[in-house]
């Protein structure tokens, strides 16, 4: 079974995330921090319409870490801001940037990957990659060292508008060697609630993103702060 979902940020405004609801979105996936450590600037907004609306969803750091020091910082960056929200989801490193990681090399990255899987890990929340298909195609780090789920973008129908209604053609579905866990198909997506271009994926886990129970919530946090002392 799949199901279908977008993923966002500021790049699209204010959404009306009850005409999303309508449209049938079946997940979210919102970005979390940008590349100066504070919350993408709609992240609370999108949050409580999620919430609101009944609409399950994840978190994404892209990630521009080139040392293991920032790899670190970026992470508790992120894990901060999602205690602060009192929110347990799983948190997908974005790993595409040309310019700051093509030429870093397999193991560099690798590293760096895990050093933020590892910190995720370790405060208690689930860890996913996001790569566009060029990514694992070029090797730029090593995906066998990871057992995570993966979340990867092909855009087989280039940057021609596409309705959220319409399924893509699975034909078409990316392929990394093993199963995946959602792809991408599209940056260029129409929805109902979004003015303007949207990511629009598709989900082939047994089950959807799960929207957290208050009391799940509670009891992250306790277990956080009995790890932390």
């Known amino acids: 079974m799949s199901y ?4 966002v940020s500021d790049n699209q405004g204010v959404i009306n995330w009850a005409q999303v609801k309508a ?3 079946d997940f979210a996936i919102l970005r979390s921090t940008v590349k100066s450590g504070k919350p993408d600037s709609q992240f609370a907004a999108n949050v409580v319409g999620c919430q609101e609306q009944g609409i399950p969803f994840d978190i994404y750091k892209y990630t521009y870490a080139t040392t293991p020091t920032q790899a670190l910082e970026e992470a508790r960056q992120v894990v901060a801001l999602l205690l602060a929200y ?3 989801c799983r948190i997908w490193w974005d790993v595409e940037d040309r310019k700051t990681l093509q030429g870093l090399g397999s193991g560099v990255l690798t590293g760096l990957i895990q050093t933020a899987r590892n ?3 370790g405060a208690g929340f689930e860890f996913g990659i996001y790569a566009g298909l060029y990514v694992y195609q070029e090797k730029w780090f090593d995906f066998d060292a990871f057992d995570c789920k ?3 973008a092909r ?4 940057y021609n508008a596409m309705q959220f209604g319409d399924l893509p053609k699975e034909d078409k579905k990316t392929d990394i060697g093993r199963e995946i866990f959602g792809w991408q198909y599209t940056s260029s997506g129409q929805i109902p609630g ?9 989900q082939y886990d047994s089950k959807p993103i799960e929207l957290p129970g208050e009391a799940q919530v509670r009891q992250h946090l ?6 932390w002392l």
């Open 4 to 7: 279908k979902g977008i993923d």
């Open 23 to 25: 449209s049938g979105c």
């Open 86 to 88: 009192g929110i347990k």
């Open 119 to 121: 910190y995720i890990v």
């Open 150 to 152: 993966f979340w990867i």
């Open 155 to 158: 855009y087989y129908n280039g």
């Open 194 to 202: 979004i003015n303007g271009n949207v990511d629009l994926d598709i």
């Open 222 to 227: 306790v277990d956080c702060v009995v790890q």
